[in-house]
Antibody
Framework: EGQLVESGGGLVQPGGSLRLSCEAS????????MHWVRQAPGKGLVWVSR????????TYADSVKGRFTISRDNANNMVYLQMNSLTADDTAVYYC???????????????WGQGSPVTVSS | QSALTQPASVSGSPGQSISISCTGT?????????VSWYQQHPGKAPQLIIF???NRPSGVSRRFSGSKSGNAASLTISGLLAEDEADYYC??????????FGGGTKLTVL
């Protein structure tokens, strides 16, 4: 079925940086687009970023463009989200998710991690 | 990219059918048949229940169905069960190669 486990979240000061990790298991990781989605406390889901199965293509939401970087290590079944210049608006639970479609990353996420909470506060 | 528009809440009694609307624009819902729906119970990760407008992943009940007309999509849940009480989110691919979610709808089973 497949599993995703996030790690790396925590408390960080405004302007600081944090790197989230997501480890995949029980599926052929190299075959799938991977995404990050976040959810602020009591709020809805917001798409953040995605990366193509071979790592050659990345896309970002406008709200994080230039500050966040998504990457992956297919040898170790890992996807990362490097977050810089963090603000209070970035406070959220961050989920990594697997895209169903291989050709067009149309936003159908069939496997989600448990979420990694990030709090930006002084 | 603005969020898709969903009603904040809907309710229904056990056994009834309800629909949740999701309104977008010609730059997202209206442009492609790439609408997905997610169910999220409190404190849990979302679960995919509909993708590509009307397709159900393996294991998802046939009580869940999706449709689209123009710039709007809908999720219908028939034969409401108490366990259906949750938050529901729609999402769509966009013409600028991003993804956008709706604001979410809280379903209450009376």
């Amino acid at each position: 079925e497949g599993q995703l486990v996030e790690s790396g979240g925590g408390l960080v000061q405004p302007g600081g940086s944090l790197r989230l990790s997501c480890e995949a298991s029980a599926f052929t990781f190299i075959s799938y687009w991977m995404h990050w989605v976040r959810q602020a406390p009591g709020k809805g889901l917001v798409w953040v970023s995605r990366i193509k199965y071979d790592g050659t293509t990345t896309t970002y939401a406008d709200s994080v463009k230039g500050r966040f970087t998504i990457s992956r290590d297919n040898a170790n079944n890992m996807v990362y989200l490097q977050m810089n210049s963090l603000t209070a608006d970035d406070t959220a639970v961050y989920y990594c998710a697997r895209e169903v479609g291989a050709d067009i990353p149309a936003g159908a996420f069939d496997i989600w991690g448990q979420g990694s909470p990030v709090t930006v506060s002084s | 990219q603005s969020a898709l528009t969903q009603p904040a809440s809907v309710s229904g009694s056990p056994g009834q059918s309800i629909s949740i609307s999701c309104t977008g624009t010609s730059s997202d819902i209206g442009a492609y048949n790439y609408v997905s729906w997610y169910q999220q119970h409190p404190g849990k990760a979302p679960q995919l229940i509909i993708f590509d407008v009307r397709n159900r992943p393996s294991g998802v009940s046939r009580r869940f169905s999706g449709s689209k007309s123009g710039n709007a999509a809908s999720l219908t849940i028939s034969g409401l069960l108490a366990e259906d009480e949750a938050d529901y989110y729609c999402s769509s691919y966009t013409t600028i190669n991003t993804l956008v979610f709706g604001g979410g709808t809280k379903l209450t089973v009376l």
